[in-house]
């Protein structure tokens, strides 16, 4: 699927190694498991990534409340 | 979407209804010119792109001459296609006319008509302006039509490749995750902000900080923007350098060649007038009319000589039988010894006296001293000379022979007859002399007319070469080194602007350093975390978007440089190299021709023609990848191509996957015997899906449009 393909790409990007020392082996590869994982980065492309490939994509607002709503939590 | 079938009504040479059925892969129309190709072409362009300006230029000329006054017909240009999303849908234009009284055509304004059919056959009217967006939006359609190699040139501007990379790469739909990622970051970074605010001690020192940030960010912003101006002056500089260049050598060799034409032209104006035909007055002023006097004036001499001898002799049998005095005449006749003496007066009174004066008998240019017998003759015929003078009283009365002195006269004449002659003498060499000038001078005007003709069609060749006209030509030399000077400020400039935004970045990591510093101490750590995570999602998605264009260029260049040399399977073509470029805050890609890591310097049209034919095929290969296919529409191409670089050409293109139309004037051929033009065998191995050859039904008037219908054959 076409977002599947959007998050492999943006999980590719070295800062995810670098920084947060996460392997390709251990990303999800598709949206549905991204959202699931409990990895905030990971998972915050995940919803990002699916609120904007609906057929009908997520307000700034929605978006914004579905992203800081769930960081702010997770990362208590 | 794939063009099913075109149907041409009306529409100037195409008479009548006129059908395409086309096939999705490789469709050539093959047509002499003039005979309808790119009139085909125009019908597809007007139906997709046209307005409704001149729509009375659009109409068959026969179909109006073979109405009757008061009749109607339509023009009409219809496209049937199969969409991405199935079924089938078509779109027509038309309008129509009605024949006046006068013959003149009146016409209605044109309509669109959409019709859409599913895949169990269900029909529907659409609004044909949508569902012509819909199938074939704007965007592709202008990447769709190619008129002529140079509307192949598209790849010229670095937008316009920008664009279509843009357009057909799905780097594109990363555009909005750039978007959405930083003002998910801004939120976080305010939130944060918003709390640290809430500390009482930190607000003052927080807010002077968040004004010192926001100072610098609005002057990083300003620099930015000159900074961007700057760059775009530069480029714009730097293209008008790079065109005046090939200017510039055209300004400089036409600078060399007007002087030469000048210095030419010079020499040709002195030429003329050193050129003096004007015989006639030459004629009688440098007296050349007395050029063959000589033997005259012999003859006269001779004749005066004769008659002088006769008169003396004359004179002397007369004075013999006057008797004139004994003494005389024996002084006379012993001074003579019988010989006929010399007239009187000769030497004359002046000549004899400066003799005596010098003692120099300068008739003989002997010495006469004093005294000296030669001395006392000399003073003897002065003397004589001055009797001669004095009235004879003695002899008074005495008739004289000659009564008039016409023979000394005519010696006189004669002799300066002779001081003359020695001038005319040189007359005949000056006239031929004035005859050589004139005609050397003649063969130098030849020579420099000649000169002048072959610099002159130099310089139309500068000129041919040049899209300047001349004068403005000659003003290229001085802008190239005014904007020479020019591109230094801006260069200058630049680095400037460079210099100060390294220092406000500098600047600005340490007041946000500072800032974070006091965020970290107060604000919760989860709106820490959140906002360094957003910054990290805002980072990761631009980079992708980047990344993505990025590895569209990458394969673009390697899928255009195979086509490319496909398409050139036996020549020598370079590599294309695509450059990405920041223009500004835009990105930009330069294609250039390499050959071993250098640019080409100069490739000729049919290497350019195919450079970007196999960009746009490339493009559109890449593009069926991500997006859906669109047709291809090529009118004449290949024009700079031979017959078998275009069957190579068109055998590669019916390799490659998506739907084009070619319209080509090759593979065709006038039968010499029967005259009639044919489709040549070589044709046979060309590959294609559908082969169409587009001709004027003969007989036809070339003069009379109203003669005029092209008939397509299936081939």
């Known amino acids: ?76 | 979407m794939i063009i099913k079938k075109i149907i041409i009504e009306n529409y100037l040479c195409y008479y009548g209804i006129k059908e395409f059925d086309l096939s999705e892969g490789l469709n050539i129309i093959v047509g002499e010119n003039g005979e309808g190709k790119t009139k085909f072409f125009e019908a597809i362009d007007w139906l997709l792109n046209g307005d409704s300006n001149n729509l009375e230029l659009l109409i068959s000329a026969k179909a109006l001459n073979e109405v009757s006054i008061g009749e109607v017909f339509r023009v009409k240009v219809l496209m049937e296609v199969i969409p991405e999303y199935g079924g089938t849908a078509s779109i027509s234009k038309s309008f129509i006319v009605k024949k006046s009284n006068n013959g003149d055509s009146i016409i209605s304004n044109y309509i669109i008509e959409g019709v859409e059919r599913n895949n169990i056959g269900e029909r529907s009217i659409i609004d044909g302006k949508t569902l012509l967006e819909r199938i074939f939006p704007f965007e592709i359609r202008k990447y769709s039509l190619f008129k002529g190699e140079s509307d192949l040139e598209i790849f010229k501007s670095e937008a316009a490749l920008s664009n279509l990379i843009n357009l057909f790469s799905d780097a594109k739909h990363y555009d909005k995750y750039s978007t959405k990622g930083e003002f998910l970051r801004l939120k976080s970074e305010t939130a944060v902000a918003t709390a640290t605010k809430n500390i009482d001690t930190n607000k003052n020192n927080y807010e002077l900080l968040e004004r010192e940030i926001k100072r610098l960010e609005d002057s990083k912003y300003d620099i930015t923007v000159h900074l961007n101006i700057t760059e775009e002056e530069i480029i714009k500089v730097n293209e008008n350098l790079e065109d005046a260049e090939q200017h510039v050598k055209n300004a400089e060799a036409l600078k060399t060649i007007n002087e030469k034409i000048f210095n030419i032209e010079d020499k040709i104006k002195k030429c003329n007038s050193h050129i003096d035909e004007n015989y006639t007055t030459a004629l009688f002023d440098e007296k050349w009319f007395l050029v063959h006097f000589e033997p005259i004036q012999r003859k006269f001499a001779e004749k005066i000589t004769n008659l002088s001898q006769e008169k003396r002799r004359l004179q002397s049998d007369f004075d013999k039988k006057k008797g004139i005095k004994e003494g005389e005449r024996k002084a006379k006749m012993e001074l003579l010894n019988n010989v006929i003496p010399l007239p009187i007066g000769v030497p004359s009174k002046a000549h004899l006296e400066e003799m005596l004066k010098d003692e120099v008998c300068k008739v003989c240019n002997r010495p006469v001293e004093k005294d000296s017998e030669p001395y006392k003759f000399m003073i003897k015929r002065l003397e004589e000379y001055i009797q001669s003078q004095k009235p004879d009283v003695e002899n008074e009365e005495e008739k004289v022979l000659f009564e008039h002195n016409y023979i000394n006269r005519l010696e006189s004449l004669s002799i300066s007859h002779e001081d003359n002659l020695k001038q005319l003498r040189s007359t005949e060499q000056q006239i031929k002399d004035w005859f050589l000038l004139n005609e050397k001078l003649k063969v130098e005007i030849n020579e420099l007319e000649e000169q002048l003709v072959k610099q002159k069609e130099e310089r139309n060749k500068i000129l041919g070469n040049s899209s300047l006209a001349a004068e403005k030509l000659s003003d290229v030399l001085k802008n190239y080194n005014a904007w020479q000077k020019y591109l230094l400020g801006k260069e200058r400039e630049k680095l400037e602007y460079s210099s100060k935004l390294h220092d406000l970045d500098i600047q600005l990591h340490s007041k946000r350093t500072e800032k974070d510093g006091i965020d970290l101490k107060s604000a919760h750590s989860f709106l820490i975390k959140t906002r360094d995570i957003l910054r990290d999602i805002e980072t990761i998605f631009k980079d992708t978007k980047q990344n993505k264009f990025n590895e569209f260029i990458e394969k673009l260049q390697l899928k255009s440089n195979s086509i490319f040399s496909q398409i050139n399977i036996d020549s020598f073509t370079g590599i294309i190299k695509f450059t990405k470029k920041k223009r500004g805050d835009k990105d930009a890609i330069e294609i250039e021709l390499q050959e071993n890591g250098r640019v080409f310097y100069k490739p000729n049209q049919s290497l350019l023609t195919s450079m970007y034919i196999s960009i746009l095929f490339a493009i559109s290969e890449l593009s069926a990848e991500v997006k859906e296919r669109y047709p291809m529409i090529f009118d004449a191409p290949t024009s700079s191509f031979g017959e078998s670089k275009t069957s190579e050409f068109l055998n590669l293109i019916h390799e490659t996957k998506g739907q084009k139309i070619l319209l080509i004037k090759d593979f065709l051929i006038t039968n010499k015997e029967t005259r009639n033009l044919e489709v040549k065998k070589e044709f046979q191995n060309v590959k294609r899906d559908k082969a169409f050859w587009i001709r004027l039904q003969r007989p036809f008037n070339k003069q009379n449009l109203t003669t005029l219908n092209t008939e397509i054959i299936t081939l």
């Open chain 1, 1 to 76: 699927m076409r977002q599947d393909k959007i998050l492999s790409s943006f999980l590719q990007h070295e800062l995810l190694l670098t920084k947060y020392h996460l392997n390709q082996a251990e990303l999800p590869t598709k949206v549905r498991d991204a959202i699931n994982s409990e990895i905030p980065i990971v998972k915050t492309i995940g919803l990002i990534v699916e609120a904007l490939e609906k057929q009908i994509p997520e307000t700034d607002n929605s978006l914004r409340n579905i992203v800081l709503q769930y960081l702010n939590t997770a990362a208590v």
